[in-house]
């Protein structure tokens, strides 16, 4: 079973402003969530505002938008790692939340351990993780690297081995954001692939990026926030359409 259903759902963060009186005007190029002033010299910033959404088996969905329009917290909604201010959230199935790289990972510890506590923190029982580890490390392809401490891998490494780990996850839903574009050419051919089969298992995905071809190859939904507010949502392509029509790109 794999339900994710959001009821007029709305963040709020209530953030202490430094203090300034110049005001800027960011009319014209959208970015943000909605400012207001909040008390006592807060700011409080309208991260997500009224979002409903039910998706289940099969769905895959894009999460477009300007910088800052919102698709990061709505994932980390739909992880259960935000609260919302209002709103209901119901999640149905297992959830693997591919968001921060750093997430359930230990810098001291060798990326071959990490594989046990990221799996641990992902909800894989040992038993499972035992049988699992060396075929994560083989995906990973990190070889003899594995033995040493992760504070020591590149970005890309640090990469590699998280999505490995997070997709062999028995998981009902997974959550991914822009990540899939971090390892080299050929490990990002690789990742796809793996995107692709999970998802042809009729698995939910919510994939957040900027890159139309990522979300042309993965999803088959789209929803378009724009300030927190969902401004289209329907197939890919319509929706792809909208987003390049509002922004005069030509949505390839
Ligand atoms: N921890 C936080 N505290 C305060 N404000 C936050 C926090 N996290 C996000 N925001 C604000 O919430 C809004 C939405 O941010 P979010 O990261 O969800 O955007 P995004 O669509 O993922 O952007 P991008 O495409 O740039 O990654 C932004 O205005 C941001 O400033």
């Known amino acids: 079973m794999a339900l994710i259903k959001l009821e007029n759902i709305t963040l709020e963060f209530p953030v202490q402003a430094l203090k300034s009186d110049r005001r800027r005007s960011s009319d014209e190029r959208p970015i943000g969530g909605q400012l207001s002033s909040g008390q006592s010299g807060h700011m409080i910033v309208r991260a997500l505002d009224q979002l409903s959404l039910t998706l289940g088996p099969g769905d895959r969905l894009a999460l477009l938008g300007h910088n800052g329009a919102g698709k990061t917290t709505l994932l980390r909604v739909m992880a259960k790692l935000y609260a919302p201010t209002h709103g209901r959230v119901t999640i149905q199935g297992r959830v693997a939340p591919l968001l921060n790289l ?7 510890s ?3 351990d990490n594989i046990f506590i990221r799996g641990l923190f992902l909800g894989m029982s040992k038993a499972e993780l035992k049988k ?10 990190l070889g003899d690297f594995l033995d040493l401490p992760m504070r020591t891998y590149s970005s890309g490494m640090r990469a590699r081995l998280a999505f490995a780990i997070s997709t062999h996850v028995e998981t009902d839903i997974l959550l991914l954001d822009e990540v899939v574009a971090t390892g080299d050419a050929r490990f990002f051919k690789k990742a796809n692939e793996k995107l692709e089969s999970f998802a042809r298992d009729s698995k939910l995905l919510v994939l957040a990026s900027h890159s139309n071809k990522v979300l042309r190859e993965l999803c088959n939904k789209a929803l378009l926030l724009e300030h927190g507010r969902a401004k289209a949502f329907g197939p890919i392509e319509e929706v792809i359409e909208t987003y390049a029509a509002s922004t005069g790109t030509d949505g390839k």
């Open 110 to 112: 060798t990326g071959y």
């Open 102 to 108: 750093g997430f359930g990972m230990d810098m001291d």
């Open 132 to 141: 699992k580890a060396d075929v994560i490390a083989e995906f990973s392809e």
